[in-house]
């Protein structure tokens, strides 16, 4: 995260807890022309819309007595999703074993997407195995790295 993002986290993570939520990610973006302030929320549980609308209502107060981003923006609440975004080590810990989709800036092996198992984190370096074995993605390498949810 970045530093406004961290300012932003820091500021919703007591409304999140006192809804008995937590603060995945947060991220501040311009897509189309427009700024978008996005809050990902999580729960024991499932998120539903209730969650976000209570969160949304609580967090927009405080964003407009604290003011922290002085230009214009669209300000949206989302569950982190079944397929959520890894990329903090706690992360990679607790769903380590679990399916994953792996991306890469440029292509490795012809290829720059990639699904296996979770089956290493070091330093930032991520390590899946499939039935071709398994592959090691130095962390300067890897895009992003997403759960997946196979049916």
Sequence with gaps: MN????VIANLAAPVAERL?????????VKEGGEKYL???????????INDCESFSRAFDKVLDE????AESYI????SAGLERRLYRPSDFE???????????????????????????YN???VTIASDGGEITFAKKEIASVRLRVEF
């Design 20 to 28: 008995n939520l937590t603060i995945w990610d947060v991220e501040f």
């Design 94 to 120: 607790t769903y380590m074993g679990s399916s994953v989709t792996l991306k890469t800036f440029s292509p490795k092996d012809g290829k720059k997407e990639f699904w296996g198992t979770l089956s290493a």
């Design 75 to 78: 300000f949206e609440v989302s």
């Design 66 to 69: 604290e003011d922290p981003i």
């Design 3 to 6: 530093k406004l993002c961290d």
């Design 38 to 48: 996005r809050v990902y929320i999580d729960k024991d549980g499932t998120v539903d």
């Design 123 to 125: 330093d930032g370096d």
